[in-house]
């Protein structure tokens, strides 16, 4: 396999073609669509393993200038929550099976949680959240998870959520551009 390493005026050119992948499942993604499509993001609908999000960059006119003869797809992914009873909800008998499964998934990727909840420490810490999960024990179950499948949860805003999804892809495609590694 060919590996490139590109200079910085070849990754500006390169990443202006950068695409969001969106899992089809994905729901109540109004606002990061509105985002994207009020930056002139590029992104595409398609089904994904693991994750809600995902980034490529397409071989096109453009970028086959430099080597990149066929689309490269990144081994990143972004799973989002909207909220602490959402990941109650998938941490029930009845649906934490799958949850666990794309954590296993995604344990040979670069994989983050981004929860739609700046306060989500805090309310986890008080349990404010509708579930009658004792917060000691998903604080004790969610940090196991993190230590056991890799991952981090990040806590943010739900206004500030896209902006985060496109600058944590766009930076990893530099540096995997920069450093010859994808």
Known sequence: MIRY???DKEI??????LTIIMDTREKSALHILEYFKQKN???KVQKLDTGDYSFMIPSNDETIKYGITRDLYFNSFVERKNSLDEICGNLQKDTQQAFINEL???QDSKFVLFVEDPNFDENLAKGNYRSK????ALKG????????YNFE???MSKNIIAHNLYHRFLYQARH???NGVF
Request: no cysteine; net charge positive.
């Open 153 to 155: 949860i990040v806590p």
């Open 104 to 106: 296993i998934r995604s």
């Open 41 to 43: 993001i590029a992104m």
């Open 12 to 17: 500006d050119a390169i990443l202006k073609h």
């Open 133 to 136: 999960y004792d917060p000691k």
């Open 176 to 178: 995997y551009l920069k």
């Open 141 to 148: 179950r969610l940090e196991s998870f993190k230590a056991k």
């Open 5 to 7: 390493k590109y200079n």
